[in-house]
């Protein structure tokens, strides 16, 4: 198992006062390497709040989240820091490109803060991946420029340059038309499968959810 979710409590609030609100409650969930998984359920059943636990940027009241085996709950932010930029992609709703960085520089700034320069294979990653979601003429151009699907296919090539295992990724076809929903869910299926990439995807999106091999419902605190 990639990922291993045991018993997760998380909630809102001070725990045992009357205003703590539980959110979700004694939540299991398992991830196989390469596996696509869906989160759906109504809004405020706590997609978001499981996502941040996945994505290491919030930590479970209870329980554990194994990753490879390994336990992540007891890291300390710094710990956390560097698991999430090792192994971990995020794509949002929104793309969060920046508006003055061409799609190539875009794509390319993630690396930057590692301070050893960008490789010669990073770059040929970079190439790689941009060709594949179909961009490549693009390259040079600012998001203003671009289309939301183009926006948005380069977000999703930028949260692969590390190379995560786990990709996750919340509404992401959320901010666009049927047709540009479509090609990105086919791409993300299609990077799923050629790259070996474990994708979590929350959504509200049914044509989305029906392309992953699961689907779960949030519901009262827990996955089914
Ligand atoms: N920081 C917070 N402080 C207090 N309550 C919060 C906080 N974040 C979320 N909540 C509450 O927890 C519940 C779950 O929120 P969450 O954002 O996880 O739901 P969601 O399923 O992602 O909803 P949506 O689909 O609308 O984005 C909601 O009732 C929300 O009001």
Redo the contacts with the bound molecule.
């Keep these: 198992m990639l990922l291993q979710l045991q018993n997760i409590t998380k909630?809102?609030?001070e725990p045992g006062s009357h205003s703590y609100?539980a959110?979700l409650n004694k939540l299991d969930l398992q991830v196989a390497s390469g596996e696509k998984i869906a989160i759906v359920?109504?809004?405020?059943?706590?997609?978001?709040?499981?996502?941040?636990l996945v994505g290491a940027l919030d930590q479970p009241e209870q329980g554990d989240i194994l990753f490879e085996g390994k336990d992540i709950t007891g890291y300390s932010t710094a710990e956390l820091a560097t698991f999430r930029n090792k192994h971990l992609g995020f794509v949002f709703q929104l793309h969060h490109l920046m508006p003055q960085l061409s799609l190539m520089e875009n794509v390319l700034l993630p690396l930057l803060p590692q301070g050893k320069g960008i490789s010669k294979e990073q770059k040929e990653w970079a190439e790689y991946l941009i060709r594949k979601v179909g961009i490549w003429e693009q390259r040079d151009q600012k998001p203003s420029q671009l289309s939301g699907g183009e926006c948005q296919r380069t977000a999703v090539v930028r949260a692969l340059m590390n190379k995560p295992k786990l990709l996750l990724a919340?509404?992401p076809t959320g901010a666009l038309d049927e047709e540009n929903a479509k090609e990105l869910t086919e791409l993300l299926v299609k990077l799923s499968n050629e790259e070996g990439v474990t994708l979590v995807a929350?959504t509200?999106a049914a044509a989305l959810a029906d392309r992953m091999d699961k689907k779960y419902l949030?519901k009262n605190g827990k996955l089914v």
Excluded at 41 to 52: E, I, M, V
């Design positions: 909630g809102y609030g609100r959110v359920g109504p809004s405020g059943s706590g997609k978001t709040t499981l996502l941040n919340d509404e929350v509200h949030l």
